[in-house]
């Protein structure tokens, strides 16, 4: 039988159409007090450490009569297993009959993600202030969540980056633009901590939203600017003088991105197409000479031919990807009309022949520093692989187009607090496979093995701490121990 050709259109989104209304009013359940109705005042199993601060000065951030739910939720989040549903997180968080109220707390905070991420940001400039001197590094990306039904608000079809064996090239679901500060941690090499996202919606899908919200149509190169235009800004709000850097992929290179953020001082990182509009420098001015300087210079470069010529090449070890790599490269000044000035362009050349042209926009930036920068890049496709792996983040089935971008951000900042608590954490203490004779204990500690531990900590303080320490409790305390380690 013939295989059918597939079309390279982008697919729609079909669905079935709902049998029934909710019964569900909640305006019927407001009106009606129930005096037996009982109600959260706590986590079940409260977060522990630097992390219950800094979630107590996010919460300080919403209405005080919200703001009490956050930690709760975020303590649900860590022990929740399985899959992740809203629901599971609110079951692990030991809600009661109030479970809506929490639902209305991920309402409020998909409304107020800037000035919930502040103490975030500031926690994270607290660890890795660079100083006046330093630099910074910001990197932008964009991921989809996969998502199913037609009344998921702000869901569209998007362009399914990771297709797996049985997956298509297209995907139902929300498209996030995300913004995360690369950290460099001695051991375990370069780590993406997510800020904030915002929202992309097909130009075709806003009517939807317009309507009900009054939500405007921006393209991810606006929200891409958006989100850099907020770091830098509440970065000199707060007082840091460092340069900012700031590394996307190729499709972020472009004028609408570049241009507005390098006159905010923005300094950028990236990949150029091979066949990009480049020139040389322009000539000296004459002295007394009229009109307005040249941009650009005359000749056009060629990075093919540049590529392909044998001369020229040089040799260089840099770091990448947690390990030390050499390669030859070939690097050069030329003039862009993506930032309409002059750019530092480096090609390299792989061990199978390829070649990859790479630039940056201040031309006093070493080339060691422009090809780490860029390789550190990938610390984001690993975020976006944790958050969705570990965390969950796509499973929740809320429908409210605010508690979806409240659950993808809450997802988002329990990976950046779970890496800022295990930081300086000693290595054995985070790689406890004692229960776990089959893997490897010298194994480096994954996102996973940070959040289990932390986890541990949470049940261990929760449950071990209201024993008494005499020998009679010995085995009731072993026995507590085990239960602790099959739940997490």
């Not at 051991?187 to 929202?199: F, T």
């Not at 472009?254 to 390098?262: E, G, S």
């Not at 429908?399 to 295990?422: A, D, F, K, P």
Request: aromatic share 10%; proline share 5%; charged share 25%.
């Amino acid at each position: 039988m013939a295989k059918r050709k597939q079309s390279s259109k982008r697919r729609q989104a079909r669905h079935k159409r709902q049998g029934k209304s909710s019964q569900f009013d909640k305006r019927q359940r407001l009106n009606t007090v129930n005096p037996r109705r009982k109600k959260t005042s706590r986590a079940k199993v409260p977060l522990v450490g630097a992390l219950a601060a800094t979630v107590s000065s996010m919460g300080g951030m919403l209405d005080a009569r919200m703001a009490f739910r956050l930690s709760i939720v975020m303590a649900g989040m860590m022990l929740a297993d399985d899959r992740r549903v809203a629901a599971a997180w609110f079951t692990a968080a030991g809600v009661q009959d109030d479970w809506d109220r929490f639902y209305d707390c991920l309402i409020s905070v998909g409304r107020n993600t800037q000035p919930l991420a502040l103490p975030l940001l500031k926690a994270v400039l607290q660890k890795f202030d660079p100083g006046p001197d330093g630099h910074l590094t910001a990197v932008i990306d964009d991921s989809p969540t996969q998502r199913y039904g037609r009344h998921v608000e702000g869901a569209g079809v998007h362009h399914n980056p990771t297709p797996g064996p049985a997956d298509g090239e297209w995907l139902y679901g929300h498209n996030w633009v995300s913004l995360c500060v690369l950290a460099k941690h001695s051991l375990w090499g370069v780590i993406a901590l997510p800020l904030r996202s915002m929202l992309y919606v097909r130009a075709v899908d806003v009517p939807k939203l317009q309507e009900k919200y009054d939500w405007e149509f921006q393209t991810k190169h606006q929200l891409a600017v958006k989100l850099m235009t907020w770091f830098v800004s509440t970065l000199r709000s707060l007082g840091v003088t460092c340069q900012i850097w700031m590394v996307a992929d190729g499709a972020y290179a472009a004028m609408k991105v570049l241009k507005p953020l390098k006159n905010r001082g923005v300094v950028l990182f990236s990949r150029l197409r091979k066949d990009a509009k480049l020139f040389d420098l322009p000539p000296e001015r004459k002295a007394k000479q009229l009109g307005r300087p040249r941009i650009y210079g005359f000749h056009r470069i060629s990075l093919s031919k540049r590529a392909n010529h044998g001369e020229g090449w040089q040799t260089i070890t840099y770091h990448c990807r947690g390990g030390e790599v050499v390669r030859q490269y070939k690097e050069f000044l030329a003039t862009s009309c993506l930032v309409g000035d002059v750019i530092r362009v480096v090609i390299v050349r792989f061990d199978d022949g390829g070649w990859a042209p790479y630039f940056c926009t201040d031309a006093q930036v070493e080339v060691r520093d422009i090809l780490e920068t860029v390789a550190a890049r990938w610390a984001i496709e690993e975020h976006f692989h944790d958050v969705k792996e570990v965390w969950g983040a796509g499973q929740q089935q809320v429908r409210n187009v605010w508690s979806n971008i409240g659950c993808w951000h809450l997802n988002q900042w329990m990976y950046t607090l779970v890496e800022l608590s295990s930081w300086d954490v000693a290595k054995p203490e985070l790689t406890d496979r004692r229960h776990r004779p089959w893997d490897n204990p010298d194994r480096r500690p994954s996102h996973a093995d940070r959040r289990r531990a932390i986890s541990k900590e949470m049940l261990e303080k929760q449950f071990l701490a209201g024993l008494p320490k005499t020998p009679d409790t010995r085995k009731f305390r072993r026995l507590i121990e085990d239960l602790i380690s099959l739940s997490v």
